[in-house]
């Protein structure tokens, strides 16, 4: 476990490897009995499944003092599944296709208690990045609720899953249209926006699940067409994508060829133009 201190919070990153499989298990257990009915997802189910995830490798907590006289408490966590990158299964919910990708990390779980300690949730995902460009990752993508997207987007995350992370240009359009508007009508759950009757908000969802970005029960067999009328479209939530810096090799071929000494290279040129001249 590694402890680092950042002003009001300390974080503590954990890995499968070095703590073994048996403590880190332990790890996801205490984590599903704290935050299972906090987090607001899952049933008994798809708690049983994460504690029981191998492919869970790295774990980050987040400790807060939000009373000075007593110890910091943990108050969240990330769970992240290291070399990668998943998008939704095409045919089932609740369920990723994830195939291994070296260069990315996948956001399997992000949670934080509600408390008076604000910013908990941007620091966390802060101290994700840095140790994913410290470690080299190229991507970090996850599948965030569609009435939080505006939140990771903030922090830099796309609506994509491209290798080269350029987003649909109609996709980004109508984004940027209705993200004030959400920040306005201020939704809560999925249920949300199809009461409300929400009508720009479920064509961008129908939008999302068209790019291939999220699920819905409700596409049609041959993927073509989808009719979003209830909370079943985009319930496993939307995929996104933060590209980080990409690792750059320098290699210059002049370098890996080593250089005579001048005096001896003086000698061999002084005998090459003497045996020329007796030519």
């Not at 987040?62 to 992240?80: E, K, L, Y």
């Not at 909370?231 to 990409?246: H, R, W």
């Amino acid at each position: 476990m590694e402890i680092d201190s950042k002003s009001e919070f300390d974080f503590a990153w954990h890995t499968r490897a070095e703590e073994g499989n048996r403590e880190f298990s332990r790890l996801l257990t205490s984590i599903t009995f704290q935050f299972q009915n906090v987090c607001g997802i899952g049933d008994a189910k798809y708690w049983r499944n994460f504690t029981n995830n191998t492919k869970i490798t790295r774990v980050l907590e987040i400790f807060s003092a939000s009373d000075p006289t007593q110890p910091p408490s943990r108050t969240g966590f990330v769970a992240i599944k290291d070399g990668y990158q998943c998008r939704p299964h095409p045919n089932k919910k609740g369920y990723s296709m994830c195939s291994y990708n070296n260069n990315s990390w996948y956001v399997e779980l992000i949670c934080s208690v509600s408390d008076n300690v604000p910013g908990k949730g941007t620091a966390l995902l802060t101290e994700v990045k840095n140790a994913a460009i410290k470690a080299g990752v190229e991507y970090i993508t996850m599948s965030a609720l569609p009435y939080v997207i505006f939140f990771y987007a903030k922090l830099g995350y796309q609506l994509t899953l491209d290798a080269n992370c350029i987003e649909n240009e109609q996709l980004k359009m109508m984004a940027t249209r209705i993200r004030t508007r959400l920040r306005e009508l201020n939704y809560k759950s999925m249920d949300d926006p199809f009461e409300r009757r929400d009508e720009e908000f479920i064509e961008f969802l129908k939008m999302c699940v068209a790019q291939g970005l999220a699920y819905s029960r409700q596409e049609s067999a041959d993927h073509k067409s989808v009719d979003c009328q209830d909370e079943e479209c985009a319930v496993d939530g939307i995929y996104m994508t933060l590209c980080l810096p990409k690792k750059t090799y320098e290699f210059n071929i002049w370098s890996q060829i080593p250089t005579p000494p001048r005096q001896n290279f003086d000698d061999f040129m002084s005998k090459n133009y003497e045996n020329q001249m007796e030519e």
